[in-house]
């Protein structure tokens, strides 16, 4: 009885390490597009982020123009860094790049919530290396099911 309890042992642990091996290595962009346990940015980051948006970049914009299928499909194939440094270099209109780095990405975060990116507990760093990683456009998202945010303005 112990040397069939063995075999039926030693066949089980031969299945789960083929089924282990069988699985693919994930690609970098499926890592790039998954957040960290914590999540992209904080909710603190993009409600102060919705502030600053609605102080200055209400002006001129809508909250519509930063989300939705429109929005994907402008930045398919870009990142967050690239939109993060369009804007630096582009906002305001009347005085561009005059908000702080930190100011930037808490804008930044606000659209990431606007489309549904992953919250966690840390904060969007304005970096390069951490805004690279993230790619924006269909499909790129970790989304949120079902929090809606409705708000034009």
């Not at 030693?10 to 693919?24: D, R, S």
């Not at 992209?40 to 102080?55: D, N, P």
């Not at 123009?65 to 870009?78: I, K, T």
């Amino acid at each position: 009885m112990p040397q069939r309890m063995l075999i039926v042992a030693a066949a089980a642990l031969a299945v789960l390490l083929g089924c282990a091996t069988a699985v693919e290595a994930p690609t970098p962009t499926a890592v790039a597009r998954q957040p960290s346990a914590l999540g992209f940015y904080s909710l603190e980051q993009a409600a102060r982020g919705r502030r600053k948006f609605r102080q200055v970049c209400s002006e001129c914009h809508f909250v519509s123009e930063f989300r939705g299928p429109d929005f994907e499909s402008e930045w398919q194939r870009q990142t967050v860094w690239d939109l993060f440094r369009q804007v630096v270099r582009t906002m305001p209109e009347d005085n561009p790049g005059s908000l702080t780095q930190q100011t930037y990405a808490d804008v930044i975060a606000y659209i990431l919530q606007l489309n549904e990116y992953a919250s966690g507990d840390a904060e969007l760093v304005p970096s390069q290396d951490a805004m690279d990683a993230i790619p924006l456009g269909p499909g790129a998202a970790n989304r949120n099911p079902g929090k809606e945010l409705r708000d034009d303005r």
